[in-house]
């Protein structure tokens, strides 16, 4: 049961330009929401988050926007640069009882920002 | 100011045998929570220890255990490898009461069992 999903395994995008990472989910019980970015043989790095009481969280060139209703986050990236090129990773966590902030993570994206 | 450490970063092991995995915090840290990274997968939540306690597990056999030590080091044992558990082995530190945000990933431990 995937309860939080990335659907494209890969995104190239040309340095300068816009990177839409997307995610979906499917428990509602889900309140709190996480982009990690992951280097190889390195651990995943947190980048931004979002509470389900907001629908936008921005950080420099990174936004997040969350819509409830259909259950999707996506990561914006505005201008992407080729440092960027990593593998995105969305996380989420729920209220549910006894839930000490475990992570669901979806599958990731990689993307590549050719110069 | 050291982030989390984990030990060792790579691991070969035969079907069967059994595996001890380490990790340290970072400094100001008391909570560790370990992930599990198939290729080609996001991390799976395997359990959390504070004060030297399971306090949440995902849906792993009891083959995988856990323990915290005093100083909030942790290890992470597996039983009985199976080909299955080849993956990437993820430490995440936080301090208490900091929820999902406040993690820290180690490197990682990559296992492949033979």
């Known amino acids: 049961d995937q309860q939080v999903k990335q659907n494209s395994p890969s995104l190239s995008v040309q340095e300068g330009r816009i990177s839409i990472l997307n995610c979906d989910y499917t428990n509602s019980m889900f309140d709190y929401f996480l982009w990690y970015k992951k280097y190889p043989a390195e651990g995943p790095t947190f980048l931004i988050s979002i509470s389900s009481i907001k629908d936008k969280n921005e950080d420099g060139r990174f936004t997040v926007f969350l819509n409830k209703s259909a259950k999707h986050l996506s990561l914006h990236i505005v201008p992407s640069q080729p440092g960027d090129s990593a593998v995105y990773f969305c996380?989420?966590?729920?209220?549910?009882?006894?839930?000490?902030?475990?992570?669901?993570f979806g599958q990731g994206t990689t993307l590549q920002v050719k110069p | 100011d050291a982030g989390v450490t984990q030990s060792p970063t790579h691991l070969i092991k035969t079907r069967g045998q059994q595996v001890t995995l380490r990790c340290s915090p970072k400094s100001g840290h008391d909570t560790v929570s370990w992930y599990q990274q198939a290729l080609g997968q996001g991390p799976q939540f395997i359990f959390q220890?504070?004060?030297?306690?399971?306090?949440q597990r995902g849906n792993f056999p009891d083959r995988f255990s856990g323990h915290q030590f005093p100083n909030y080091s942790s290890e992470l044992n597996v039983n009985a490898l199976l080909l299955g558990d080849s993956a990437l082995y993820l430490c995440?530190?936080?301090?208490?009461?900091?929820?999902?945000?406040?993690?820290?990933f180690g490197s990682g431990t990559r296992l492949t069992v033979v």
């Open positions: 996380a989420a966590s729920g209220r549910s009882s006894g839930n000490t902030g475990k992570l669901i």
């Open positions: 220890y504070y004060e030297e306690e399971e306090r």
């Open positions: 995440a530190s936080s301090p208490q009461g900091v929820r999902n945000y406040g993690y820290t």
